[in-house]
């Protein structure tokens, strides 16, 4: 095999294996850093070795046994040092020589376990929002430091800082590489949830930059849901996040014009939608409704994209099932985003009048002072009500907030179409009024 598809291909191994190899190390050295450091230099070795000696036939058994091997030298060296330090290596090469009697092939079971600990630890509430995003991107989700800056347009030195704190922060923490017990499962879980679904918004709409969606970002946030779905299949809530990624991934395509320019809603075309990941997020979503009612804040959200999955046509949206599946979710997960999205699926329901109304409630709501959305829904509405000027106002300052320029360039676009649509129903007013005063 050539030597450039020997790097591909290696490099496809190790955004296959390298959660699974970073999660049975850690479960040995304890120490996430210390068994991301072994896992690079596996990957190092076989940059250098599989080129001459090809692609071994089982790559991730390689892998994990040529990271032990590393891993017991380098321990050997510190145990002079440490005590503590020379327990750790009794049991990795314990370890070690078990998992070669066994042809170094893991169980299914235990490979899992170790990926599961390594979710709970990457997510730990002990980490901020930003650092347990960069730290599952890079130990689950394979990716290097320059592609998560790359993805989160920040500098490759931000995010590498963020990295190492936040491993710094779980040894000093004392954080177990264990899944938590039964009474801190929920609120563990729920910011396991939350950190994929932070991956996977930054994909669907990014915060900043040119792009309108971020394909690798709503790949691995698929991805990740994907393996937590399968090591934890009776939590409801995250069939109800995986089911949720896939309804909102489907329209991918059809979210995007030719020159990348952003395509709402209903002005898709919905032949485009990926209808495979339709069938696959309403099985998950039904398998999220059969483990646990009543519904939680995903599978609710989930519920929501599905009435959107379901409709072939903007006209066949059941739009007051989404404003009563909204209210359910308000009563689960109070919010003034929610509260947003609410009055607009009210505005389609009932009309843009009763939308307005609520819309208006939350103008002087504080966490909503510099959510571009605000402006822009009501900027929409005012719209519809003929009222141009004043939606003009809206959408200019919705596009100041945002940071999107494909979004801002959306914005502006609107404002202009605003007032142009008020002009052209004013002209027409203007030769009714001629035409009816001729005889």
Not at 34 to 60: I, T
Not at 424 to 435: I, K, P, W
Request: aromatic content about 4%; some cysteine; hydrophobic content about 40%.
């Amino acid at each position: 095999m050539p030597e450039a598809d020997v790097k591909r291909t290696i490099d496809a191994i190790w955004r296959i294996e390298s959660a699974r190899l970073i999660a049975g190390l850690a479960r040995i050295v304890r120490d996430v850093g210390l068994a991301e450091d072994m896992a690079q230099e596996a990957f190092v070795a076989a940059l250098e070795q599989w080129p001459e000696s090809g692609v071994p036939e089982r790559p991730g058994a390689w892998l994990m046994g040529t990271a032990r091997h590393r891993a017991i030298d380098r321990l050997r060296r510190a145990s002079l040092h440490e005590r503590k330090t020379a327990e750790l290596l009794r049991e990795l090469e314990r370890s070690h020589a078990s998992d070669r009697s066994e042809s170094d092939d893991a169980t299914v079971d235990s490979i899992d376990d170790d990926l599961l600990r390594l979710i709970f630890m990457t997510c730990h509430p002990v980490l901020s929002a930003d650092a347990r995003v960069a730290l599952t991107l890079r130990l689950l989700g394979g990716l290097t430091t320059a592609e998560i800056a790359r993805a989160y347009l920040v500098a490759e030195s931000t995010i590498a800082q963020r990295i190492v704190r936040a491993k710094k922060t779980l040894t000093a923490a004392h954080v177990p590489f264990q899944v938590p017990e039964t009474d801190e499962l929920p609120e563990r879980l729920g910011s396991v949830l939350e950190a994929i679904y932070l991956i996977f918004n930054e994909g669907y709409l990014p915060t900043e930059g040119d792009s309108w969606v971020r394909t690798e970002l709503l790949d691995e946030a698929l991805r990740l849901g994907r393996i937590l779905a399968g090591l934890m299949p009776q939590e409801s809530e995250v069939h109800g996040l995986v089911g949720l990624m896939e309804l909102q991934a489907s329209r991918s395509r059809a979210r995007v014009g030719p020159r990348g320019d952003p395509i709402l809603l209903n002005d898709q075309d919905r032949s485009r939608w990926d209808y495979v990941l339709v069938t696959r997020g309403l099985a998950a979503l039904d398998r999220a409704t059969s483990l646990k009612p009543p519904l939680g804040p995903y599978s609710l959200q989930a519920a929501i994209a599905a009435c959107h999955a379901r409709a072939r046509t903007p006209e066949d949206t059941d739009w007051k099932q989404i404003v009563a599946l909204y209210d359910a979710l308000a009563q689960v997960m109070p919010s003034p985003v929610v509260d947003l999205n609410r009055a607009v699926a009210v505005s389609m329901a009932y009309g843009p009048e009763a939308g307005l109304e609520l819309v208006d409630a939350l103008t002087d709501e504080p966490a909503l002072r510099d959510y571009h959305l605000l402006p822009s829904v009501r900027g929409d509405l005012l719209a519809k009500l003929g009222r141009g000027h004043e939606a003009r106002r809206e959408f200019d300052h919705a596009a100041a907030l945002t940071t999107n320029m494909r979004e801002r360039s959306l914005l502006r676009e609107r404002a202009s179409r605003a007032v142009a649509e008020l002009n052209g129903r004013a002209d027409n007013a203007r030769v009714e009024g001629t035409s009816s005063s001729t005889p």
